[in-house]
């Protein structure tokens, strides 16, 4: 089992910036990619951006590409999801997950375990 504890959400003005955190714990020895997804009210789970545990290798969604980044504290098993430029349509809850034994999807159903979630909220 792998827990992940999401925090940083907040709300926040258009232009702002926020950094999300994720601790993981538990058995991770399995961990090969972190994820990064939101889920605004009304649509479905998006993916936002994921990173191989192992190298950093990191991949973004066009939409927030150039804007967020996504980076990993190997020392703290903790992913952070760095959000500049923020946008309305940025609102939304966000998630992260760990995929097991591999790395790199942007489908929700490819990763197994997930964290409660924190809401980010950007106003105009």
């Known amino acids: 089992q792998v827990q992940l504890v999401e925090s940083g959400g907040g709300l926040v003005q258009a232009g702002g910036s926020l950094r999300l955190s994720c601790a993981a714990s538990?058995?991770?020895?399995?961990?090969?990619?972190m994820g990064w997804f939101r889920q605004a009210p009304g649509k479905e789970r998006e993916f936002v951006a994921t990173l191989m545990w192992r190298t950093g290798t990191t991949d973004y969604a066009d939409s927030v590409k150039g804007r967020f980044t996504v980076s990993r504290d190997n020392a703290k098993n903790t992913v952070y999801l760095q959000m500049n430029s923020l946008k309305p349509e940025d609102t939304a809850v966000y998630y992260c997950?760990?995929?097991?034994?591999?790395?790199?999807?942007?489908?929700?159903?490819?990763?197994?375990?997930w964290g409660q979630g924190t809401q980010v909220t950007v106003s105009s």
């Open positions: 997950a760990a995929q097991l034994w591999s790395y790199g999807s942007r489908s929700v159903s490819e990763y197994a375990y």
């Open positions: 538990g058995s991770t020895f399995g961990v090969g990619g």
